[in-house]
T-cell receptor, first 115, second 116 residues
Framework: DAGVIQSPRHEVTEMGQEVTLRCKPI?????LFWYRQTMMRGLELLIY????????DSGMPEDRFSAKMPNASFSTLKIQPSEPRDSAVYFC?????????????FGPGTRLLVL | AQKVTQAQTEISVVEKEDVTLDCVYE???????LFWYKQPPSGELVFLIR??????QNEISGRYSWNFQKSTSSFNFTITASQVVDSAVYFC?????????????FGQGTRLTINP
């Protein structure tokens, strides 16, 4: 079975440009999560969806960040405009069913560099 | 507030040595789950184990073993007879709550280097 798929794997852009990260969760999973990993802050949850509906976006750093999940098999995380401090690895994860006991499976990540 | 502490930032051992990675957590909930993930140099996060707060039995999977002790709020991970392929950053994580919120809180990670 395919795991969580993320694209692109690497992205280099210039400050001020719009960046869109994409994620395809594991088929049948109904929770989707976006995380950011930096050296300073480690792994932090940005937002998560349940059945395509955003449940908690309290981790989204500011209005420049937005996330959507138009259907069960696709989500995007958009940064507009991007800034150098957004440089990080962005992970998407998915899990099956509700509850804290379910394991989140992570995609390979998108390494973003904003110049 | 929940918190996960991995006090060992980096560990370096020689191949075939045993190594233990420490994880201490803080939570006010009685129901919670603990996880370990591995992040190899390629960058992906690989799930290793999940343990719930009601099950303090130790777990062994091949060369890997986990020791969960509620009395000390610890969930330590031991690799026996380490191999170079075990070199990675290892993260301990905690989720709490009864249902709904699946927020994972990660520790800062321990970078493990196994030298040949």
């Amino acid at each position: 079975d395919a795991g969580v798929i993320q694209s692109p794997r690497h992205e280099v852009t210039e400050m001020g440009q719009e960046v869109t990260l994409r994620c395809k969760p594991i088929s049948g999973h109904d929770y989707l999560f976006w995380y950011r990993q930096t050296m300073m802050r480690g792994l932090e949850l940005l937002i998560y969806f349940n059945n395509n509906v955003p449940i908690d976006d309290s981790g989204m750093p500011e209005d420049r960040f937005s996330a959507k999940m138009p259907n069960a098999s696709f989500s995007t995380l958009k940064i507009q405009p991007s800034e150098p401090r957004d440089s990080a690895v962005y992970f998407c994860a998915s899990s099956l069913l509700a509850g804290i006991q379910e394991t989140q499976y992570f995609g390979p990540g998108t390494r973003l560099l904003v110049l | 507030a929940q918190k996960v502490t991995q006090a060992q930032t980096e560990i370096s051992v020689v191949e075939k040595e045993d190594v233990t990675l420490d994880c201490v957590y803080e939570t006010r909930d009685t129901t919670y789950y603990l996880f370990w993930y591995k992040q190899p140099p390629s960058g992906e996060l690989v799930f290793l184990i999940r343990r719930n707060s009601f099950d303090e039995q130790n777990e062994i999977s091949g060369r890997y073993s986990w020791n969960f002790q509620k009395s000390t709020s610890s969930f330590n991970f031991t690799i026996t007879a380490s191999q170079v392929v075990d070199s990675a950053v290892y993260f301990c994580a905690l989720s709490e709550g009864i249902q709904g919120a699946q927020k994972l809180v990660f520790g800062q990670g321990t970078r493990l280097t196994i030298n040949p």
